[in-house]
């Protein structure tokens, strides 16, 4: 067993590895995920975010033993380093590797769970929801602080960043879904468009972020909004194809 704790948490060690123990007898379900599972616990008067990833198959099992790193190390250090460059996260507290004499069997991250007011998802598809055009303005500023600081999150699609209404008008975010990331020195214009294709089908929303970030870059509107729109259908088409493979699948099985 591995087990890693943010120093802030020490004193809670004992606490938090017992929550682990007891993970499978305990804790609030927070979805109706398959692929992980992710409870809810009450620690210490607030609540934590406990994600259980689901076991490796077997020649993950050793290759995230010898090889790679596991997801649950992955979430915490990236954690650790979104919020070293300023970019908001739940806070990490720990992550926990369990083992057996072929390789990981299975795998934890801890973090704190924080009360939000939407996730992108609820804008994604049209401007009904109050004040999106402010939003949108806002998160797109926030896509573009990302780039800037060179972190490429290949799992940039609308439930994975949480938004909270701090102010009127004002609003923060914070990214979920750590354990795909890349960094970079800097960002080449097209892995910038293309991180943003996952975000939205809508073609007037495409529109309106890339408004924001061409004004904020000082890049050409009609170049990015041509790009972003361009990786956007790729990603699309991509999708719905799995989707309909999937399907014809399903139904000869």
Known sequence: MNFIINPEFKKNEKSIKN?????SVSGKNFDDRQRNQIKL???????????????PNFINKIAYKFF????ARRSFEYANI???KGIGTPQPIAYQENYDFLGLTSSFYVSEHLDVDLTYREISQDFSYPDTDNILKQFIQFCYKLHQNGIEFLDHSPGNTLIKKVSENQYDFFLVDLNRMRFHNTMDFETRMKNLSRLTPKKEI????SKEYAQISGDDFNKVFERMWYYTDVFQQKFHRKKRLKKKLKFWK
């Open 41 to 55: 616990f009450d620690f210490e008067g607030k609540t934590i975010n406990v994600k259980s990833f689901k076991k």
């Open 82 to 84: 979104l919020l070293g």
């Open 206 to 209: 495409i529109e309106y972020m």
């Open 68 to 71: 790679r790193k596991s997801k």
């Open 19 to 23: 929550i682990l123990d007891n993970f």
